[in-house]
C-alpha cells in the first residue's frame, strides 16, 4: 500500500496528455499496490507565489519582513514540504512550455526546497533530507527531444533530476511522450508512450 502523490502542472485539463501520462502510471500502481492512496495537487489551481522577500526570510533569516507574510510563507511551504514527506511515490506530469517546465511547477520547487528542511548543509556537504521516494516524471512535449536537433533543448528533465536529487529524491523514472504537435508522430505519441509505462 502505496501514499500517492500527483502534481499535475498541465493547464489543459482533461485534454491534457502529461496527466493522461501521469495517470497511466498512477493506474499501475494502484494494479501493483492495492488499497494505496492518492493525493492529488492541481498547480494550475492552485497557484504558488513566485519567490519574494517574505521567502528570502524564511528560507535565510535575510530582511525585515513583516509577521504575517513570514507566517503565510512558513506555512505554505510546512504544508508543501509535509504533502511531500507524507507520500511514497510521486507522480509528476509535467508538460514542456518553452523548453522547460511550466512555472508553476517551478514555484512548487521552490517551496520545496529549502535549507534545513529538505536539505542540509549541516556536515559541510550537501544532504538530501527527502528520502525513500520514488518519482515517476510523465513528460508530454510538441517536439521530439529523444533525438534530432531539439536534443540539446531537453532542460526539463535534468533540471528536476538535479532539483529533486539535491533534496534526496534521487530514484527517478520518466515516460516521456514526444512529438505531441507533430504530424507523423501526434498520432500515437500518447498512446507509445502509455504502452512503455511499467512500474
Ligand atoms: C505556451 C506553450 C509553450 C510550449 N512550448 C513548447 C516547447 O518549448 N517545446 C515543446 O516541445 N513543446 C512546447 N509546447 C507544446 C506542449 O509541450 C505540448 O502540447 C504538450 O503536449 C503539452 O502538455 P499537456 O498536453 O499536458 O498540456 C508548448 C505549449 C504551450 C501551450
Not at 171 to 199: H, N, S
Amino acid at each position: 500500500m502505496k501514499k500517492i502523490l500527483k502534481i499535475v502542472s498541465s493547464v489543459n485539463g482533461a485534454q491534457s496528455k502529461s496527466t493522461q501520462l501521469a495517470d497511466a502510471v498512477i493506474e499501475k500502481l494502484l494494479a501493483a499496490n492495492p488499497g494505496s492512496t492518492v493525493n492529488v495537487k492541481d498547480l494550475a489551481k492552485q497557484h504558488y507565489e513566485h519567490f519574494h522577500e517574505g521567502h528570502l526570510k524564511v528560507y535565510r533569516g535575510m530582511g525585515e519582513v513583516a509577521q504575517e507574510v513570514v507566517a503565510k510563507v512558513e506555512k505554505v511551504s510546512d504544508d508543501t514540504i509535509n504533502e511531500v514527506m507524507d507520500a511514497d511515490v510521486i507522480v509528476i506530469g509535467v508538460p514542456i512550455y518553452n523548453f522547460n517546465v511550466p512555472s508553476s511547477l517551478k514555484a512548487w520547487i521552490d517551496h520545496v526546497l529549502r535549507a534545513g528542511k529538505t536539505f542540509s548543509y549541516a556536515t559541510g556537504q550537501v544532504e538530501g533530507l527527502v528520502k525513500n521516494k520514488k518519482i515517476y516524471l510523465a513528460v508530454s512535449s510538441g517536439a521530439v527531444y529523444s533525438e534530432g536537433p531539439m536534443q540539446a533543448y531537453n532542460f526539463a528533465e535534468p533540471y528536476l533530476k538535479a532539483s529533486l536529487g539535491f533534496v534526496g529524491m534521487t530514484d527517478v523514472t520518466t515516460f516521456w511522450a514526444e512529438g505531441c504537435d507533430m504530424p507523423g508522430y501526434k498520432e500515437t505519441a500518447l498512446q507509445k508512450a502509455i504502452d512503455r509505462v511499467a512500474v
